[in-house]
């Protein structure tokens, strides 16, 4: 524990005291409000806190749009309403909007195939990840006790 300790203390030293203040009220409702207009009506956007959307809100192509699994429907609507679109455009020779229509499609298509693995209740998908292996030649570790020249 005093290791851990020394540690957050070396780091509070070589960061610039105001990044530990509290916040004013503004700074609180700022960082509320980025969060609430993550929300989208497929789910959720993953952009960092502070940074504007760099995408225009074409959610649908944003690599960083969190799909919420009970959105599955909608998604689909948006797949067969993109391809209708799509022929639309091709039949009018709009041939710039079927090469935009298209990536979002191409966008839509694959976030629909990364739900194949997403339980319908949004709960996070378990991983397997296997039972350790250990063999005989590898190190002991030692503990580290905080005091300089003891071992653990």
Known sequence: MRTYRGFLDRRR???PLEEYREPTEQEWR???????????????????YGTPCKHEHACIRCPVLQIDPRQRGH?????????DRIREARGNGW?????????????????????????????PQLVDLGMPVFTDNAPTPQLDTGEPGLPG
Request: glycine letters at 8%; a neutral charge; proline letters at 3%.
């Open 13 to 15: 030293s070589d960061r």
């Open 30 to 48: 700022d960082f509320q409000q980025h969060f609430e207009l993550r929300k989208v009506s497929l789910g959720t956007c993953g952009r960092p």
């Open 75 to 83: 998604l689909i609507e948006i797949i067969q309403n993109l391809r």
């Open 95 to 123: 041939l710039g909007e079927v090469e935009g229509l298209q990536v979002s499609l191409d966008a839509a298509t694959v976030k629909l195939n990364s739900l194949k693995n997403t339980p319908a209740d949004g709960r």
